[in-house]
RNA sequence: CGGGGCGUAGCGCAGCCUGGUAGCGCGCCUGCCUUGGGCGCAGGAGGUCGGAGGUUCGAAUCCUCUCGCCCCGACCA
């Protein structure tokens, strides 16, 4: 590839709009271009990177069996609907109509379109286990793109399906998938840990996280040193106190209300003349399950957990509710909540189970302005399923070993699911057993976000001066710099070097454009392919020229004649494919 | 959806408060010069100031509405 004939559009400034360092370096490198929020155009270095990563994942997949498909994105309403996912969508899933006022999506995830075909043709438990993949675009109107490819509206996503016979069946296929995730991350350059995680909206009975540890990603993750468990904080326990600090000596002293005007939060009741610390009051907070009230009560210094709520609660759609359905239900403004005297009221109540048992605490009198002291957990919460609700933090103890977790941000690669039979049951995807019995197809679902991979990968290999590619997704192998274009020996052995390394295999991308050595080298390092080759006057008056790989501080000088053949382990080494 | 910020040349920004002929740096084009870390000099092209409406003799600037983008939170497979 010849920079002076190549669209390569790399910029001196930081885009202003970037924040995070995959963003800033894939724009002013000329990988993407920003087309609109969340949407964005991949350039031609972009695009031999993300080829170079489906490569990966093609070979891995295809390693454990599985097949490639190529399915629609353009997806009828009625399938949606079988599988109850057009409502449980939501405001995420891009809708629109057809000329005939036909409703269509753009798919999120492809669970409905392979579960119409494995039921359409998937008839005998012979033809199991099956495990299908694409490698395709989706499209999710995310609620708030951002940090470049990170968080996008539209994305490329290697999807599999498994479908087997049995739990046993799926567990294998689950397996394979997990290890052929950690090989591909692997081999793309990414150091991921696995995350217990949250099932969400896919269902299903356990998922598994791979996640890249940056500061630039979304998710939380605790994980303990010393045990090895790990998860996301969507999901993730801990050992907590749970001694009942606030007990009365003696008997359990009655409720009594007292007036708070003007006491709207945690901080307020804790402060001068009320002095209630937050670990003595419970937060009471109200939420729309399902079109349903659904209340969550959690310590006064702990943090609801939605994703657990959501999980307590059975909700396949959890949202706060408004200030006028609280109004209702409760009888009382945010601020004067509470759980006690609602039983019999047909609201469904959670509350934290680090609360199981304990007396003397403080709570909303679900009248403004008023709060309840005494509130005995066994005695008025009753009515209150206890679950696990609470955010953990860092430091709190691992549930497995008691070791303090560390909690870290983490960015989401890759999710495998097992589905069960959440799809093939509502969508009437079954097959004979050996018996002649119909069962329904035991199934898991798998995906890899690609781009951020690209993304991640960057995140975890860059320095002052722009990208450090790992060589198995580097758009290019060599970045070839002839320094100085008015010399017609340097042109020439450049040239030379050019052709002897594409014919070997290696790729090349030829800086051969009139510039100054300098803005040649600025550009090599923000680009960020692995091995540099600087051709320049003096080095050639004695045959050599220099080598540098793009993390290393020390230049080598080579004779002319070495270069191929280092340059073609250089690639293989470091996880690289010649292209011939 | 709540809060904040920003839309002025391809990119990064100033000008707006206090209305009066639209500027700077980078990039781009031409010439000279230079030639190993984003050279130097000279000349040049390029902007309906996001859009609509209003106030005014006059609007990038003031007012109203609207669209877009970014950040924080909420949300999120």
Not at 50 to 69: D, H, P
Not at 559 to 572: G, I, Y
Request: glycine share 10%; proline share 4%; with cysteine.
């Amino acid at each position: 590839m010849r920079m002076s004939k190549s669209f390569t559009p790399t910029l001196k400034e930081v885009p202003a709009d970037a924040t995070v360092a995959s963003h800033q370096l894939l724009v002013r490198a000329g990988y993407i271009r920003q087309l609109a929020a969340g949407i964005y155009s991949i350039l031609p270095l972009g695009q031999r990177s993300i080829l170079k990563i489906t490569a990966v994942v093609r070979e891995e997949m295809n390693a454990i069996g599985a097949q490639e498909f190529y399915l629609p994105a353009l997806n009828p309403r009625e399938i949606w609907e079988e599988s109850g996912r057009w409502t449980m969508m939501g405001e995420n899933m891009f809708r629109l109509k057809d000329r005939k006022g036909a409703d269509l999506c753009l798919a999120m995830t492809h669970e409905e379109v392979f579960t119409v075909l494995a039921r359409a043709e998937l008839r005998s438990y012979r033809q199991l286990p099956q495990a299908w993949y694409q490698i395709q675009t989706k499209f999710r109107d995310e609620p708030r793109p951002k940090s470049g490819l990170l968080r996008v509206r539209q994305f490329t996503m290697k999807d599999s399906y498994s479908f087997d016979l049995d739990r046993a069946g799926l567990d294998k296929s689950f397996e394979d998938h997990r290890q052929a995730y950690v090989r591909i991350f692997g081999r793309c350059g990414l150091k991921t840990i696995q995350v217990e995680a949250h099932s969400g909206a896919m269902g299903g009975s356990g998922s598994t996280e791979f996640m890249v540890p940056t500061d630039a990603g979304e998710d939380l993750i605790a994980s303990c040193e010393n045990c090895g468990y790990a998860a996301n904080t969507e999901k993730a326990e801990s050992q907590v106190d749970t001694t009942d600090k606030y007990k009365a000596a003696g008997e359990s002293p009655p409720l009594e209300e007292f007036a708070t005007p003007g006491v709207l939060t945690i901080e307020a009741l804790s402060a001068k003349p009320y002095g209630v610390t937050a670990d003595q009051q419970l937060k009471t907070l109200v939420y729309v399950g399902d079109d349903k009230p659904v209340i969550a009560i959690v310590r006064g210094d702990d943090q609801l957990n939605e994703a657990k709520l959501q999980t307590a609660s059975g909700a396949s759609v959890l949202r706060p509710a408004h200030p006028d359905e609280i109004q209702r239900w409760m009888g009382a403004r945010p601020g004067s909540l509470g759980g006690v005297g609602l039983s019999g009221k047909g609201l469904r109540i959670f509350i934290d189970r680090r609360l199981a048992g304990l007396t003397g605490l403080v709570t909303g009198a679900n009248r403004d302005g008023f709060h309840l002291r005494n509130v005995s957990v066994p005695r008025d919460l009753s009515h209150a399923t206890s679950a696990d609700l609470r955010m953990v933090n860092a430091g709190e103890g691992c549930p497995r070993c008691g070791s303090p977790l560390t909690v870290a941000k983490a960015l989401e690669v890759g999710h495998i699911f097992k589905l069960g039979t959440r799809y093939s049951e509502t969508m009437g995807a079954r097959v004979l057993d050996e018996s002649g019995k119909e069962t329904p197809i035991v199934m898991g679902s798998y995906g890899i976000g690609i781009e951020r991979i690209l993304a991640g990968a960057v995140e975890l290999h860059h320095d002052g001066d722009g990208i450090r590619m790992p060589m198995s997704i580097a758009p290019l192998h060599v970045a070839l710099l002839p320094l100085q274009m008015q010399d017609g020996a340097v042109r020439d052995a450049a040239e030379r070097l050019y052709r002897k390394l594409t014919d070997a295999g290696v790729e090349v991308l030829l800086d051969d454009r009139d510039e100054r050595a300098g803005v040649k080298f600025k550009d090599a390092d923000l680009i960020g392919l692995p091995l540099r080759i600087a051709v320049g006057k003096k080095g050639l008056a004695e045959g050599k020229v220099e080598w540098k790989q793009r993390g290393a501080n020390e230049v080598d000088l080579i004779a002319l004649t070495e270069v191929v053949a280092r340059a073609q382990s250089a690639v293989r080494d470091g996880g690289g494919r010649l292209s011939r």
